[in-house]
């Protein structure tokens, strides 16, 4: 008796094991059909358009005057520098800045860092600052609104921004070279 019990217990394990199997292939198969590239594509840009749409009221709010470029930065020179001809690609720029989350919180800032410096096109600073830095020129003082995907994307920078994070840098052109 205790034997067939045991076999029946048996079997209805086996049982549910297998239904649970083919729940988690058929999960597996609708997760995947999700994925297809049309589905991951207009993800994407929906998130895209939903951070265009945060940025957009974060700036109305603030009553700043900015230009958006083709690649969703956003950029407005608010003190003019000195004459002379905006940056290009290969020079050198020296900035103070201060680096701000959508939120308002400041995770970075000269003032505690100390200027920065960096080859435009090359260095390792997020594309949006690369992009920011040929509508600029020495002494320029400037607002900078990089999205996400032009500063540190899905994982942020494993530090102070999170992952998906609009930045915001207020900065100053102090050299050029």
Partial sequence: MIKNTSL???????????????????RQKEIARQLEPDSLIEASKH??????LQIDGYIKRRGWNMIKTGTGLRYEVYEEGAEGPL?????VVTIDYQVYLIN?????????????????????????????????????KAR????????????????????DATIIYDLKVV???
């Fill in 144 to 163: 900078l609104v990089i999205p996400s995907y032009l500063a540190h994307g899905l994982t942020g920078d494993n530090y102070k921004i999170p992952g």
């Fill in 175 to 177: 050299d050029l070279k």
């Fill in 47 to 52: 998130k895209v358009e939903m951070e265009n």
């Fill in 104 to 140: 308002g919180e400041k995770v970075y800032s000269s003032e505690k860092a100390g200027p920065q410096s960096f080859e435009i096109g090359k260095a390792d600073v997020e594309s949006g600052l690369h992009e920011g830095m040929h509508y600029l020129k020495k002494g320029d």
């Fill in 87 to 91: 940056a290009q690609t290969g020079q």
């Fill in 8 to 26: 029946v217990i048996l079997a209805t394990l086996s049982l549910v094991a297998c239904q649970s199997c083919d729940q988690d292939k058929q």
